[in-house]
């Protein structure tokens, strides 16, 4: 009997990846040096989050977290992995 171990696997993308209105479960934060600060915000591993608004020149961005709406530059946004349409 085969097992297919990647079935349950989540594909993972970028939280600026999404499209507006899209919105994910954060998976994992990359930049240990920002992880301690972009927490205290809300982004915290299994928390839900939404994609609110880019701005024209595409930074930075508007996301629902935790019942606020939160901007955030696009290259710290770059570093947080999400679940998408969960």
Known sequence: MQVNLRANVLPMVRLTELAKGQGGIIEKID?????????????????PVV???????????????????LSIRKEDAATIWVSPGR
Request: hydrophobic share 55%.
């Open 31 to 47: 930049d240990s040096l920002a992880a301690v600060q972009l927490m205290e915000m809300g982004f915290i591993v299994g928390k």
């Open 51 to 69: 994609l609110e608004h880019v701005a024209p020149l595409g930074d930075p961005i508007a996301v629902r977290i935790a019942g606020y709406v």
